[in-house]
């Protein structure tokens, strides 16, 4: 690498909040942006999980704070993002990873789950935007949203997903209404695809086993580690993608070959 484009990940000075970020993907998205010299912001309604995020960055000599939020509540989402623009100013990166993706048959689903997943992986993205974005202009910097969706979106994985692929799919339709609205403040906003990755979200995840022929499908490069996702996202938030907007990056281990 040479001299000029040594630093091309330096997010020295920038502000990172991160949601779902006590654990899994969005833990190693917090890791990576830190190690990249962000001040990452964990935001989570798991207040144990935050604490622990946050300290382990703070121990490794990264600055990072806490925000504990459901991103089901609304007014609770616009009292979180208002404390932390009064304690950091407003954000250069906001990644919306977090998302529940328990699993109902097609015919079984219940509009209470329908709602609950739609309300945390669609519902609460939006409202994040709606309540940052303000700040982001005003600052007159523009800056970077990342929407953390789903391979889902592009095609089946797993029996069960129907409320889980309506809310990806909700989202990376988000992100391209955003992005052509926010284009003009030099706001970009782009879109990763995860697969499947070795999480304790994955592992934990409720609802009947995978089971079938196209639920047994693996990818060629083997399950994904939260780190991988993370290094899209970083990319998405350095200059190097300052011209890349509407635009996504699916991380999938090459599931789509199969």
């Known amino acids: ?34 190690e990249s010299g962000a001040t ?36 609770a989402i616009e009292r979180a993002c208002s404390a932390a623009v009064e304690r950091h100013g407003a954000p250069w990166l906001l990644v919306n990873n977090a998302g529940v993706h328990d699993r109902q048959p097609l015919l079984e689903v219940t509009v209470a789950e329908w709602e609950r997943v739609n309300a945390v992986n669609a519902l609460g993205p939006f409202l994040m935007i709606r309540a940052l974005v303000p700040s982001m202009i005003a600052r007159g910097e523009g800056g970077r949203i ?12 797993v029996v069960g997903h129907i409320s889980y692929a309506a809310s990806k ?61 993370a290094a899209a996202v970083l990319f998405f938030a350095t200059p190097a993608a300052r011209a890349i907007t509407n635009q996504q990056i699916a991380v999938d281990g090459g599931f789509s070959l199969t």
Do not use: C, K, Y
């Open 1 to 34: 690498m040479t001299a000029n484009n040594a630093g091309w990940t330096d997010l020295a000075g920038r502000v990172a909040i991160v949601t779902g970020a006590a654990s899994g993907i969005g833990a190693g998205i917090a890791e990576l942006l830190a």
């Open 40 to 75: 990452v912001i964990v935001a989570d309604r798991n207040e144990a999980g935050v604490r622990a995020q946050v300290a382990q960055l703070v121990e490794a000599g990264h600055a990072a704070d806490a925000m504990i939020v459901d991103l089901a509540d609304e007014t």
């Open 146 to 157: 990342v929407n953390v969706a789903s391979n889902v979106v592009l095609a089946p994985m």
């Open 169 to 229: 799919a909700a989202l990376r339709a988000i992100s391209q209404t955003a992005a052509f609205e926010l284009v003009e403040h030099r706001i970009t906003v782009n879109t990763v695809l995860p697969g499947g990755v070795d999480t304790p979200g994955a592992r934990g995840a409720q609802g009947p086993a995978p089971a079938g022929p196209a639920s047994s499908r693996r990818p060629p490069l083997g399950l994904s580690q939260p780190r991988d996702v």
